[in-house]
């Protein structure tokens, strides 16, 4: 079937606990889909309570999930998003990063291009390292790629043996640079800089960032592309449903912006005077911290991706009054 609008399509939703995977399940009931089957590892944390508004048929723990694929007890999907992951930057432990992000999205994979599922999934702008092989999501220059945390490596290693297999060009990868939004407030040190600077606001007035360890950036000039969540689940959708697109495609804003730009947008948000302190950056994270990233989104606009992106003083605005202020999640239910 051609998922178009996605309201008849089946879609299984790994990650579908999480930050990104819960927003796509939001616009995913926006659409009328609900034929969703959730795939997450719970645990202890508080990211259960982004599931409560959401709208889905099933729920299958992450360890089960591809014994019951293999042996057809979920039956057929028509779309697998495949978000789950361990995300933090800072995971020390390779061999778990080896088999949740790498052998585990290996698999699924296999059993999507077996099934003629569409599979689609999230790589990451921390496989581009520190930039200087460039920035653009071309699968040739993947060999050139040097990423600087196991987390990066973890997904870079995938999008490799996706082209070294011949596969690549039938499924989507989608490198997400810095996005920000509702539904995040579990990851701990993950979670982005807005969600961190409006506690520190609301608790101290101050927004902290960190030094420049570079001559050429000056503190808090240090730049980033940053993507409202919104904006990133139309474009995961758009490409899930354009079946002539495929392999890697940039995620982000297209434009780089300073963390003073996005501190500033949130002090005008809270309606509050900006008071900035800089603080030294970790000698743990010096050696692999990303001072410029921008996403090159040609290969998507080529993809028929005509929306604007919303620009980052909005995004923050409506992040911060529509659901940090009042403490809500993302709801199908309300606007």
């Known amino acids: 079937m051609k998922l178009n609008d996605f309201s008849d399509a089946r879609v299984l939703m790994t990650g579908g606990a999480g930050f990104i995977g819960s927003a796509l399940v939001w616009a995913l009931n926006r659409r009328g889909c609900e034929r969703i089957i959730v795939c997450d590892r719970l645990g202890t944390d508080e990211k259960w309570r982004n599931l409560v508004p ?122 997400y640079f810095n996005v920000f939004g509702p539904n995040e407030d579990h990851k701990g040190d993950m979670r982005s800089v807005v969600h961190k600077s409006f506690g520190q606001v609301r608790e101290t007035g101050v927004i902290r960032l960190f030094k420049s360890h570079r001559p050429d950036y000056r503190d808090g000039e240090q730049k980033r592309d940053f993507l409202y969540v919104k904006d990133a689940v139309t474009m995961t959708l758009h490409l899930a449903a354009t079946e002539k697109a495929g392999g890697l495609f940039n995620i982000g804003s297209g434009e780089a912006r300073t963390w003073l730009d996005l501190a500033r947008a949130v002090f005008v948000a809270l309606k509050r005077e900006p008071k900035i302190e800089f603080i030294g950056m970790p000698e743990g994270i010096r050696d692999k911290y990303q001072y410029f990233t921008e996403a090159n989104l040609s290969r998507l606009r080529a993809a028929g991706y005509a929306a604007p992106v919303i620009p980052l003083e909005d995004a923050v605005s409506d992040y911060v009054g529509n659901y940090l202020v009042p403490d809500r999640r993302l709801d199908p239910a309300t606007p």
């Open 54 to 175: 959401l709208r889905f048929a099933d729920y299958v723990e992450a360890d089960d999930l591809l014994p019951r694929l293999q042996n057809g007890a979920l039956g057929k999907f028509n779309l697998v998003l495949h978000l789950g992951a361990c995300s933090s930057t800072t995971e020390r432990d390779a061999g778990f990063l080896v088999r949740n992000n790498y052998e585990f999205t290996r698999d699924l994979a296999a059993w999507s291009l077996a099934n003629r599922t569409r599979f689609v999934y999230a790589s990451s702008a921390a496989t581009y390292g520190d930039g200087a092989a460039g920035m653009e999501d071309n699968d040739a220059k993947l060999g050139t790629l040097r990423p600087l945390n196991m987390y990066g490596y973890s997904k870079h290693l995938f999008d490799l043996h996706a082209k070294r297999a011949g596969f690549l060009n039938r499924i989507v990868g989608l490198k």
